[in-house]
């Protein structure tokens, strides 16, 4: 189990591995139901106050309470200001970006899969943080594991998509990379979101086998981790 922002007492922000097994919902199997009950239940945490995004590839990021349902079809990201619930994402080389906010106990995650990151989900999710009455110097981001530069290879017809970001993009052996983290940081830079308030855990999940990878193992059936954060009750 990964931890981050440990720096806050308060809040739980983790993410599961491999040995946790696959987290994916509506990949037709009841065995990853049983597999995030039980991870739920190592974690303290009841499922019924996780709510879940569904994962959408966009750039879609929507503000919960407790009254949401489990389930916000159509999103990549939720958002909370309240600590009576968890949000969630499900992972499997898109990279979870984990936000809080002390001051406004603000909470916050994002699936950030290249399309969704070009398309603004880490500034749609600013702007509704901000909107829900933060200051950007006060917002905290965690990067979690996912595929890094070193891996995340594209082809020419995806290149030009990434025409704003020339500075992410790496040539090696007539190969190219994507350095979809520094985009993210780069996005956030300019939301003034203060460095120092940034951590990324760095850790490749196609180079580590902790991790379940999509462009690694290319299962029939999505493999994937689930990221949570919430705050505890103190």
């Given at each position: 189990?990964?931890?981050?922002?440990t720096?806050?007492?308060?809040?739980?922000a983790?993410?599961?591995?491999?040995?946790d097994?696959?987290?994916k919902?509506?990949?037709?199997?009841?065995?990853?139901?049983?597999n995030?009950?039980r991870?739920?239940?190592?974690?303290?945490i009841?499922?019924?106050?996780?709510?879940?995004?569904e994962?959408v590839?966009?750039?879609?990021?929507?503000?919960?309470?407790?009254?949401s349902p489990?389930?916000?079809?159509?999103v990549?990201g939720?958002?909370?200001?309240?600590?009576?619930?968890?949000?969630?994402?499900?992972?499997?080389?898109?990279?979870?970006v984990?936000?809080y906010e002390p001051?406004?106990?603000?909470?916050?995650?994002?699936?950030?899969?290249?399309?969704?990151?070009?398309d603004?989900?880490?500034?749609?999710a600013?702007?509704?943080i901000?909107?829900?009455?933060?200051?950007a110097e006060?917002v905290?981001?965690?990067?979690?594991?996912?595929i890094?530069?070193c891996?995340f290879?594209?082809?020419?017809?995806?290149?030009?998509?990434f025409?704003?970001?020339s500075?992410?993009?790496v040539r090696?052996?007539?190969?190219?990379?994507?350095?979809?983290?520094?985009?993210?940081?780069?996005?956030?830079?300019?939301?003034?979101v203060?460095?120092?308030?940034?951590?990324?855990?760095?850790?490749?999940?196609?180079?580590?086998?902790r991790?379940?990878s999509f462009?690694?193992?290319?299962?029939?059936?999505?493999?994937?981790m689930?990221?949570?954060?919430?705050?505890?009750?103190?």
């Open positions: 189990m990964i931890s981050l922002f720096k806050f007492p308060d809040l739980i983790l993410m599961s591995e491999r040995e097994g696959s987290m919902l509506f990949a037709g199997s009841g065995l990853n139901l049983e995030r009950k991870f739920f239940q190592k974690i303290g009841s499922k019924n106050k996780i709510i879940a995004a994962i590839h966009g750039n879609k990021v929507e503000i919960v309470n407790e009254a489990g389930m916000v079809l159509g990549d939720l958002i909370a200001k309240s600590n009576n619930v968890f949000l969630s994402v499900t992972i499997a080389d898109c990279i979870p984990y936000f001051r406004q106990k603000i909470i916050a995650i994002v699936h950030c899969g290249w399309r969704g990151i070009i603004g989900v880490i500034e749609n600013m702007s509704k901000l909107e829900l009455g933060s200051k006060d905290n981001v965690a990067m979690g594991p996912g890094n530069a891996h290879e594209i082809r020419d017809d995806v290149l030009e998509k025409s704003n970001y500075e992410f993009i090696r052996n007539e190969k190219i990379f994507i350095d979809l983290k520094g985009i993210i940081r780069k996005q956030l830079s300019d939301f003034n203060v460095t120092e308030n940034i951590e990324d855990n760095r850790e490749c999940t196609m180079e580590s086998d991790y379940f462009r690694r193992d290319k299962p029939e059936k999505v493999e994937a689930i990221a949570i954060i919430g705050i505890k009750y103190l």
